[in-house]
């Protein structure tokens, strides 16, 4: 039953869930939610938001989190985060198929089809995106090839193999999806001309300059989806209306004020506040704050205009500083990408305070992109970086390796 917009009877049982641990017995104690507590709107409210460093704070994470006894954990899943010490969260058998239903949802929403051949370019590996999501698009019957990323199967094969094995739907991060598709124009076998209609990004934010470029370069429409591994896959998009709908039968989203914390007005944007509501059965999260900004929005004419749309905004601790000036990474992203000829980047603080930016372009561009970015720094942030040249490709091999490709990089 849902009252004062909350789903009280879905959030009782995550708290009940939750107080297992003693990490949430505490808080709940301390928000008035003792045991037997009616979970009201106002009781809800009062739970503190968890973050990440309250996570990496605690000396001992099986004792004070984790629920699950070890007979029932199937998995581990590494979290998704691309700063501080990555953890590793347990899940049962359950998790796991409420989290495959999840991704078979998103798949869904984004039109895959039993006659698709699936081709995924996501990590396969410790953190569950990838598998997880091969194993839900088999369950729904198409093919699947488990590619990898490119340090699994080498980016040049993997242009061959989209051709080759007739790929409908390629699934990976936009940034390596830009990668193979210069990469295969270079090799003279362009991903416009494969059979690839639909092409699913996650896990890296997607600004407008980025998905148009995907657009053009796969000759296909780019569907973005949204999750973390502290709850599992969370929405999709439709394509029909702007925003990833985001599914309440796993998981329940507020917004809220990044300096309060405190619940703002619909259609408003602030801080992503989640609970999930069929995972958690292993490590429980209640109000967990995961660094993105989004605002939500009610409606579709889709099949799924029942669950709202989540629409992405960036993340609240996406910026570089420097010499006090705040360089937002989707800012920079989107235009970045926004200059034609650019085929790759990243932007680096050095240890003593200067900013370096390394891009790649076609040989005969390079004086012209080399303006192009120093100008956007000068023109539109008021600040002098030093921009150089580098070899095609070797941006993407450095990255390769990483679960997110970290294309702003701290070095102080």
Avoid at 109 to 137: E, N, Y
Wanted: aromatic share 6%; charged share 25%.
């Amino acid at each position: 039953m849902t009252r004062a917009g909350l789903p009280l009877d879905a959030l009782a049982a995550a708290v009940e869930r939750a107080r297992k641990a003693p990490f949430y017995a505490r808080k709940l104690g301390a928000a008035g939610l003792g045991r037997g507590a009616i979970v009201d709107a106002e009781r809800w409210r009062a739970i503190p938001p968890t973050t990440k460093d309250e996570l990496r704070a605690v000396e001992r994470f099986a004792d004070d989190l984790v629920i699950a006894h070890s007979g029932e954990i199937a998995e581990f899943w590494r979290s998704g985060g691309v700063t501080g010490r990555p953890l590793f969260y347990p899940r049962t058998r359950a998790d796991v198929a409420a989290s495959l239903a999840a991704f078979g949802t998103a798949a869904t929403v984004c039109g895959v089809r039993a006659s698709d051949v699936f081709f995924c370019s996501l990590p396969i590996g410790i953190h569950p995106a990838g598998q997880q999501t091969v194993r839900a698009v088999q369950a729904l019957g198409a093919a699947t090839v488990w590619a990898g990323a490119g340090n699994q199967t080498p980016s040049p094969t993997q242009v061959e193999l989209v051709h080759e094995l007739g790929a409908t739907v390629w699934c990976g991060m936009p940034a390596f999806g830009l990668h193979l598709a210069h990469l295969a124009e270079g090799m003279g076998r362009p991903l416009a001309r494969s059979h690839v209609r639909t092409v699913i990004t996650t896990a890296e934010p997607l600004a407008a300059s980025k998905r148009a470029l995907l657009e053009r370069l796969w000759g296909a429409e780019v569907r973005d989806m949204f999750g973390m591994s502290e709850v599992t896959l969370m929405a999709a998009e439709c394509g029909r209306s702007p925003g990833l709908h985001v599914w309440r039968e796993h998981s329940f989203c507020e917004v809220l004020n990044a300096e309060t914390l405190q619940p703002i007005a619909p259609g408003e944007t602030g801080v992503l506040c989640v609970t999930p509501l069929s995972t958690g059965n292993a490590v429980p999260f209640l109000r967990w704050l995961s660094g993105d900004v989004v605002r939500i929005e009610e409606g579709c004419d889709c099949a799924r205009r029942d669950d709202p749309r989540l629409i992405h905004a960036g993340r609240t601790l996406a910026f570089l500083k420097v010499k006090g000036v705040n360089l937002s990474h989707v800012e920079l992203e989107d235009a970045l990408y926004g200059i034609g000829e650019l085929r790759d980047f990243r932007v680096v603080v050095t240890v003593d305070d200067r900013l370096r930016v390394d891009v790649e372009s076609p040989e005969a561009a390079a004086a012209s992109v080399l303006a192009a970015v120093a100008s956007i720094f000068t023109d539109r942030f008021g600040v002098r970086a030093e921009v150089r040249t580098v070899a095609r490709g070797s941006i993407a091999a450095a990255l390769e390796g990483q679960i997110k490709a970290q294309r702003f990089v701290d070095e102080r």
